[in-house]
């Protein structure tokens, strides 16, 4: 099946630093890419839908100018966190849809853990 | 609105059978998705729905009634490693799937 590959898989930083994400397609083309955010024991709660050579679209009450998204590629999207604070702390996933594929399933990266001290 | 009810946990033995059900409410509906968390992990693809109907897939059935809003996923020979949480997730009108908090199932010996 479809590859996701998102690195890094764990990061610490200290508070006031950035972090940027990447998550790969790794064998197939992907327009579309998810970014995600998971709290302990909750639901994924979609932050934003990256779009190969456009702007992301955030969703409501996620701020563009903290989590900042390109879609460079049709291989590549990065979500970069600014000036990360302790509350940025989460688990971050990725997911891409192939676009050639008949059914739109998504596939996952492995996802990356924050933390921010 | 758009709303997606699971049982919170389940508990089952293994080697069982084990049914979780999902009623979701959406603005238009383009098919229904199963997926599979372990803690820490992402969610890992079951199955997809998009016409009424059982669909079965070794182990793991996902069942779609779009009339009645709802949707089971059957686990047949639990194994420990079933152990996780299953998201229902359905496609809305815009392509937007719809995340529910998903249900923890609990093996026991």
């Known amino acids: 099946g479809a590859v996701v590959s998102q690195h890094p898989s764990r990061v610490i930083c200290k508070s006031g630093t950035s972090v940027k994400i990447e998550c790969r397609s790794l064998d197939f083309q992907a327009t579309t890419m998810f970014w995600y955010r998971q709290f302990p024991k909750k639901s994924l709660m979609l932050m934003a839908t990256s779009n190969e050579g456009s702007k992301a679209t955030y969703e409501q009450g996620v701020e563009k100018d903290k989590f900042l998204i390109n879609h460079a590629s049709l291989t590549l999207s990065t979500l970069t966190v600014t000036s990360a604070h302790p509350e940025d702390s989460s688990f971050y996933i990725c997911s891409a849809r192939d676009i050639a594929g008949d059914t739109g399933e998504l596939f996952f990266g492995e996802g990356s853990r924050l933390t921010v001290l | ?109």
């Open chain 2, 1 to 109: 609105g758009q709303n997606i009810d699971q049982p919170t946990e389940m508990t089952a033995t293994e080697g069982a059978i084990v049914q979780i059900n999902c009623t979701y409410q959406t603005s238009g509906f383009n098919g229904l998705f199963w997926y599979q968390q372990h803690a820490g992990e992402a969610p890992t693809f079951l199955s997809y729905n998009v016409l009424d109907g059982l669909e079965e897939k070794g182990r793991f059935s996902s069942f779609l009634s779009r009339s009645k809003g709802y949707s089971y996923l059957l686990l047949k020979e639990l194994q420990m490693k079933d152990s996780a949480s299953y998201l229902c997730a359905p496609w809305d009108s815009n392509y937007q799937l719809i995340w529910g908090a998903g249900t923890k199932l609990i093996i026991k010996p």
